[in-house]
């Protein structure tokens, strides 16, 4: 079987996000990390290659993005994925959540994958949508935040933690899984994956090759438009002490506390 | 009639808070538009009846739709709303966040081509229209979101909406038979609302000491028990350790877990990630010690420590044992 794994570009965590004026875009600039959430869906995907209770032929890194995007790409296969597929075109820069997931469901059923794996959430967006909106397109089973996968009978044996405990859902393949960082802790790759990964095959598309519709694309045709950024209300910043002499530090808190009644 | 219809989770006979502050806001915002706001149940009709869906009208709901299906996934409550909205012709799909809010909104969204917005904090009226406020960047902006399809999705933050009784009584029920699509009936629940760890209570503390990723192992949390018992508090916790299995379900804090206002709350390692703060930020006075000084906690707590918890608590714990016994 065929797993494909959806990775994303996102900026590194030490980088300053903000939104560019002139565009109401998120400035992308200074990107230069994997989404750390896609690591534990390429080792999710490694895991069941490695495991041996299913068959798996090959594990697929797909990204949507710009040329620099194939970092993200060259990343994953260093982590493990056998090959990878880039879908770039400028129609695309700027797809909303709909849009995006919609393009991401048009390339991957070039593929036609057995399984579908990514990462709960996107470090920049902080959004755990897109693995419903592709699983929709696709129409396949899905889960998002998912902490266990076990095989069983062909199928996938799921567990995450939902609104009343933790639930166990079991799921039919082809499907649509987001993990969430629980589930595994990611391989480090090693020097010789990472000096080999520009070698493995990388094939580039464009949202003509795969069928993308222009008119569901692109920040014009957003269906879902942000604007009018604002600051939120002003909440007064708290007091910080840095604990250079952990006694003296201790003696504010208690103070702190005892100030406000809390030691009562 | 481009009307409002909200999902209403439920389980074990009982509607979600959160879907309850759904149906306020959505009976706000149909009655500003000259509209109705209706809520949709998917699950076993047996365990939905009159009773168990009263509390739905008393919050506003002016009809509740009743549709049998699978309880606890995504994709037949999407085909259910899918069909609801086609007969009725819906303008908006309003959701009080949580797990399957997200699942079924975005997936709802790709069905019907539709502009969605997730972790909405707050929803206004302009020109008969809804715009959909959410914070973003870490919660350092609030945007706009305009909806410029035939229906809008918006999954609001969870506890963004206050479940308000406001009177208007009961709601009329309506069956809807749905007709399945096959990839919904794919995936299938082998147990739900599964409890792990100890039965505790941490919604009744005044004080609550929480501790995250930053402990650094299951015994991290001995050290915040100890400080929890001088204080007087309880000990919580966030997502991670839990799925970590280093604490119990029942003191996890945040999107999947308890929300809590106590007095004071003390979070010891928790970076503050917006999954959690959701959980916690009523709270009366927040502490938090960390020791990477960037952590997010550090924009929403009122005391912030940059230092060492391992060297921290246990001399807080003494510390505060002393004060108290003086």
New interface residues.
Partial sequence: MKICVLVKEVPDAAVE???DPSTGR?NRSGEKNLNPFDTHAIEAAMQLKEGGQIDVDEVIAVTMGPETAVRALHKAVSLGADRSLHLTDETLSGS???GT??SLAQVLGKESPDLVLLGQQSDDG????????????L???????V?KIEVEDGKL?CE?????????????LP?VISV???INEPRYPSLKAIMGAKKKPLESVAAGDVGIDAG?VGYDN???????????PE?QA??????ED??D???Q??A???E?K??A | MSGILVYA?H??GAI?KNSLGAVSEGARLASELGTECHAIVVGDKAGLSDEVLAPLGAHGAAKVFRAEGPE????PV?DAMAKVIGDNGHGYALFGG???G??????L???L???????VTNVRVEDGKLV?E????????????????DV?VIIGRLNAFEAKEDGAGSAEIEDVDVEY????L???????????GADVNIEDAD?LVAGGRGLGKAEGFEQLEALAGA?GGAVAAT??V???GWYA?AAQIGQ?GKTVAP??YLAAGISGA?QHKVGMQSSE???AINKD?NAPI???????????LN??VP??TE??KA??GS
């Fill in positions: 996000k903000r939104i998120l909303d959540v709909n997931g919609y902080e959004c755990y949508t897109i693995g419903a909106v592709v699983a929709d397109h129409q396949m089973p899905s889960l998002t935040q902490i044996r995450r933690q939902a609104e009343y405990g933790y639930d166990t859902v079991l799921v039919e499907a969430g960082d629980a569901r957003a269906r879902a438009h942000c604007s009018e950024f604002k600051a939120p909440k708290g007091k910080i002490i840095e604990d952990t006694n530090t201790v003696e808190i208690v702190w506390l005892d406000r809390l030691l | 989770l389980y074990d979600n606890g996934l995504s994709q999407v949580g797990l399957l997200f699942e079924i909104g975005a997936g969204a790709a069905r081509d539709a502009g969605v917005c997730m972790e959909a959410r914070p973003i960047l870490k919660d350092s902006q609030i945007s706009d979101v305009h909806y410029r399809s809008g699509a096959a990839h919904s794919k995936a299938t629940m082998v147990e739900r609302g599964e409890q792990r004080v204080l997502r991670a839990v799925d970590a379900y999947t007095k004071l917006i006075n927040i502490v000084s550090f924009e929403f707590s009122d005391l912030g420590i940059v230092g060492d060297k921290i001399k807080l510390a505060v004060k108290k």
